[in-house]
């Protein structure tokens, strides 16, 4: 791993808060790039789907320019959080929901190409693991609009950007529940 230091004058901070902990199939999704930030900034998956709470992770070199009282933190130091933080850390000491999302991902992949293509209603598909951004053909109604009928049939996904939707199954989705939700997204285009 390449490690990107402050000695060349430039703080690296990865922002991990929906991409770390496991998402694309890596611990941290910096790590399909080689590289070793100075700094995380990490949530949303640091409380397990339980309780908000974030983290900033880094060196005493680099945390260690504050002093109490000079920082504050939104989800900081509360207890339940915290034990809900260091149980999902615990869980991904085994690396086995890191494997899981890497192979759901590539099924989960596979699948969202499958909808692309001359005519298809999909454009592009990018992601890594269980975290995938969609972009539905404007023909195929906007990604709020495919949220929204996905929605009704039991799937939640997020979008983000006119025609992009976000798919970001729990890392626990078993295959099956996976194939669910995409069955429901080509109801929704109409593929069959």
């Given at each position: 791993m390449?490690?990107?230091t402050a000695e060349r004058g430039v703080l690296f901070v990865a922002d991990e808060i929906q991409s770390g902990l496991g998402r694309t199939g890596r611990t941290f999704a910096c790590e399909h790039e080689g590289v070793v930030p100075d700094m995380y900034?990490?949530?949303k998956a640091l409380g397990g789907g339980v309780v908000p709470v974030s983290a900033v992770v880094s060196s005493d070199e680099?945390?260690?320019v504050h002093r109490p009282g000079e920082h504050g933190s939104t989800f900081?130091?509360?207890p339940l959080a915290?034990?809900?933080?260091?149980?999902?850390?615990a869980m991904l000491r085994t690396g086995e929901y890191q494997r899981r999302a890497a192979e759901l991902g590539e099924h989960l992949h596979a699948e969202l190409a499958?909808?692309?293509g001359e005519g298809g209603p999909v454009t592009a598909v990018r992601g890594r693991g269980l975290w995938a951004g969609l972009d539905v053909a404007e023909r195929f109604g906007t990604g709020r609009a495919v949220s929204e009928a996905l929605m009704e049939r039991g799937v939640l996904?997020?979008?983000?950007?006119?025609?992009?939707i976000r798919i970001a199954p729990p890392l626990v989705v078993s295959e099956e529940d996976l194939d669910w939700g995409l069955d429901r997204l080509r109801e929704?285009?109409?593929?069959?």
């Open positions: 390449r490690r990107i900034v990490l949530g680099v945390l260690g900081g130091g509360n915290c034990a809900v933080a260091l149980e999902v850390i499958a909808l692309t996904v997020k979008d983000t950007h006119g025609q992009t929704v285009l109409g593929v069959r």
